[in-house]
């Protein structure tokens, strides 16, 4: 069932709470793809009824982010979601969320700020405001829909630390899952800026993956200091690659590491063809 | 029902829940008196079950305001509580709240920070990050109990205000009910921070409430001119009164008037004897 208001979004959840019926949110800015499929899958193991959200969030872009251009597919979104039994699309306008006319700035809005900490860092230091926007928008969907249980993807690794410890600091009664990344064969994570790069972009981008997958080998070999294995991500970028960041952190708090160990995370941002592209991977699971 | 843990409050909550029993939640900060009283009363006439919460929230306070000498008088608040029929006193820990041992910064915390319009007048200005912490306590207290209603007093004017922009734009499911300013006969607002003044001091206090009640009577005889308006109240003023700001703006939207109308609430914020006092009041109605 597709629908487009909060009021509406609000009835059918009551109902089913009625019921005594769990239910599971799936936030995403639509152009679904496997990864998304694969939280809409673990969401309908996990809850008696599934709302996917599908809402590209303007506060979340910067002012010369692809905010005009990110993919917009709602009917394949919907066609998706219904072959995969999700019980509400919730696709809301923009002044559905924000309200008609609203200006949308910090001047205007009461917004939900993440810890300096989390958010001075990795993916925060090029996309100023990028994760008030996110926390923001997600608390405003738990809001509205009230769920058990809310399923993110462990891609975009910054943005799930940050929304669970919102959760903790905010006491928000709502269990945050964590699903892997999914990749095509070739190893890219998958994403839906992936359909921004050409078919040599695909090629380039899959040094991001390589990098992480090599880092993570050396790690097994008995590599532990960061700085060398972030120099052996050097072999594999071109000038087709422009690095924004490489960093080793612990996976729950973002802290720097010296020496890698089982908790550490491996994060990238590259730019390939302008399409900024990011990935991650555990140095410490199989 | 006297709780220190959230999950004791959970669970109680839930149990009401399954009863289908509404509920209603009376922030504070203890040291109750008759408005908060009068609060609580609204609660016990609007739902099924009251919970009263008694905290003194760090983040809200300056570093060199009042947090260590606010009156803490938990056995009497209980005490009056029980007598009112409230059914939960959630009387937490800084660290039930906030973490064992958790630095209270920008830096270890998520924050909800309400609009810098809303934020950045009246007492905003001169208590930086005052309002970003009651919204914060706010938020967590409304996600601890999940009320129904929550009460709060027209007293803290700003306050309210802030809050009801917060509920609108964060979506959070909860009433917000707004309860008139409780008066001594002499006309002074009750406080808590009363109890730090002198009988002289007392004396000198009365001066916010005769300003506004004269300001309304200017208004209602026909002046309409803020300026105007603002300067009578120079003749009630001596060297024992330091005014922080007398205002007339519009009561939903704090914004700036040039006439007052049946839409405007004069504002004061006075220290007498150092402690700082506030009041207000509406020009439309009686």
Redesign the interface.
Known sequence: MLLHT?KEV?EQIHKWRKDELTVGLVPTMGALHAGHMSLIKKAKETCDRVVVSDFVNPIQFGPSEDFDKYPRTLDEDVKLCEKEGVDIVFAPSANEMY?EGQKLS????????????YVNTLCGKSRTGHFDGV??VV??LF??V?PDFAFFGQKDAQQVIIIK??V??????ITIVQCPIVREESGLALSSRNQYLTENGRQDALVLSKILHNIKSCYKRGITEVNALKETAYNFLTNKHDLEYLEIVDKNTLEDKIKADNESIALIACRVEGVRLIDNIYLGEE
């Open positions: 909060i609000r309200g910090n001047d205007n809005l009461t917004y939900v700020c993440p810890p300096f900490f926390c923001t608390l405003k809001n509205i009230q410890k919102m903790r600091d905010l006491n928000v009664p």
